[in-house]
């Protein structure tokens, strides 16, 4: 049935966004970016004899050139899905109802609809999933183990499997688990067409108990349970040896030079670093702030809010709107409270690595307040790169509280003034307090390293009967 199952991958990932991107430079030629996170790096785990193939989607311009010219990298297939399809799956279905659902973002008195555009929108989502089916059933060998990723591919393990009988079928879920009452929003074929095709998987993971068990309570609601499915939790912790090493190069010395100017002299630092994400929450993390400085005149010119906010999905306007919001919102804060040599909030909107780390190392504390968020790296990536430890303003809704709860100050992330004062509390953490606080927060954050991460999983994939 498969032509070149001579060259066939016994181990392969697939997901939307890929490892590498391209854009084309203005003598016409490609240029290739390599992305990083926790699976780029689990998987260098297995090695490079190994066979593997990392299947992706085409998501601009540069990277559909790419796939025209033939310009790849070895172990990576970009598959250039039509471009009009993949938007209405990954930016109607994937990231305006699947996203919204898991992370419950919908604004109920007006939405979500569910109507002839969203199943139009729909069939298009079913597309670009049997197109990543029907890549992966060509590629893998015989038996070989498929490790599918996040909610854009929900439909892959039920259809690979229809294709090859023979394939170990996993799935991983880097977002929440939507509880049944909410997830039951979605028209009841949808939900159970989604669920079924989860479940054509051997097993699912999820990055927490909480999400897991969400998903079994929907299954035993819409399909009366997981079947044979099994499913495991592997909470991906952060990468300590790289983070370290990263965080001490001269260009991140040179972004602390500069934050330290903008900061001015003395002053103490709550700092965010996100995505500008609907589901971060870094307008309510604003208003905490405001209410701070309301409540606690005392830390006037004292401190200074570093958000790093960096876009994400501004093909959206939901998203435009947000990052808008997040502008307004910092801008009116300084012109309410700052002074000629004080600027309370301080935003950074374009995306920069080696910002992000200077911001990590200088923190004294880190709000990290999503509304709901499947892990949420930066809380565990802050306690390992800190230069003096810095207290931990965590959400009880992010699934990295499972792990750092017991050290961190958690919050509610709709309750403003309960945060206001938690940043308070952070604030006011005596030092030494402060600094073990970190050291048991990072011991937690680095358990389950990214190669760990992914080759557990591998391993459960291929146990029979785990
Ligand atoms: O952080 C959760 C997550 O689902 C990641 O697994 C994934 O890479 C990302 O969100 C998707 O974001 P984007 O739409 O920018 O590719």
């Known amino acids: 049935m498969v032509s070149e199952r001579e060259h066939a991958a016994q181990i392969l990932v697939a997901s939307n966004r890929g490892p590498v991107s391209y854009t084309v430079n203005e003598d016409g030629e490609l240029d290739a970016r390599r992305g990083g996170g926790g699976l780029v790096s689990g998987l260098s785990a ?77 069939a298009a989502y079913e597309a670009y999933n049997k197109a990543f089916a029907e890549a992966l059933a060509q590629r893998a060998a015989d038996g070989a183990a498929v490790l599918v990723q996040d909610y854009h591919l929900a439909l892959v393990p039920g259809m690979l499997r229809e294709l090859r009988p023979d394939l ?20 009841d074929d949808i939900a159970e067409q989604l669920l079924r095709g989860m479940l054509g998987a051997d097993r699912l993971a999820f990055l927490t108990r909480r999400w897991a068990d969400a998903f079994a309570g929907c299954c035993e609601q819409v399909v009366g349970g ?72 005392e830390w006037r010119e ?30 009116e804060i300084n012109a309410q409270y700052g002074t000629d040599d004080w600027t309370p909030v301080v935003v950074h909107v374009k995306d920069d690595f080696a910002r992000s780390l200077a911001a990590y190392r200088m923190a004294d504390v880190a709000l990290v307040n999503p509304i709901r968020d499947g892990m949420n790296l930066v809380a ?36 403003v003034s309960g945060t206001a004062a938690a940043l308070h509390e952070a604030l006011t953490m005596p030092e030494a307090e402060r600094a073990e606080r970190t050291k048991r927060l990072a011991a937690a954050a680095t358990a389950l390293p990214p190669k760990q991460w992914f080759l557990d999983q591998l391993e459960a994939l291929r146990a029979k009967d785990a």
């Not at 790849?72 to 938007?87: F, K, N, Q, R, T």
């Not at 960096?310 to 998203?319: K, M």
């Not at 390992?384 to 958690?410: F, Q, T």
């Open 168 to 187: 170990r079928i996993g799935h991983f879920s880097h977002t929440p688990w939507a509880p049944a009452e909410y997830f039951r929003m979605l028209p």
């Open 46 to 122: 297995i090695g490079s004899g190994a066979q593997s193939l990392w299947v992706c989607a085409a998501l601009s311009d540069g990277d559909r050139e790419a796939v025209r010219r033939g310009v790849g990298e070895p172990g990576v297939l970009m598959l250039d899905i039509d471009a009009a399809v993949h938007s209405d799956a990954y930016n109607g279905i994937a990231n305006s109802v699947l996203w919204f659902v898991h992370h419950m973002l919908y604004q109920t008195p007006l939405e979500p609809v569910f109507d002839k555009e969203f199943r139009r929108q729909w």
């Open 380 to 415: 565990k990536e802050v306690p390992v790169v800190s230069d003096h430890g810095c207290a931990l303003v965590l959400s009880r809704e992010a699934g990295a509280h499972a792990e750092l709860g017991d050290d961190a100050l958690s919050v509610n992330p709709y309750d």
């Open 302 to 331: 004292r401190i200074v809010h570093i958000a790093l906010a960096y876009p994400s999905r501004q093909d959206l306007a939901v998203y435009r709107e947000y990052t808008a919001e997040v502008s307004r919102v910092a801008d």
């Open 226 to 297: 997981t079947g044979t499915t099994r499913t495991g939790v592997h909470g991906l912790g952060a990468d300590a040896d790289f983070l370290r090493e990263r965080a001490h190069r001269p260009d991140v010395a040179e972004r602390m030079e500069q934050l330290r100017e903008q900061i001015g002299e003395g002053r103490r630092t709550i700092v965010r670093v996100d995505r500008t994400e609907l589901s971060k929450n870094i307008v309510r993390g604003l208003l905490a702030y405001r209410e701070l400085l309301e409540e606690h005149p």
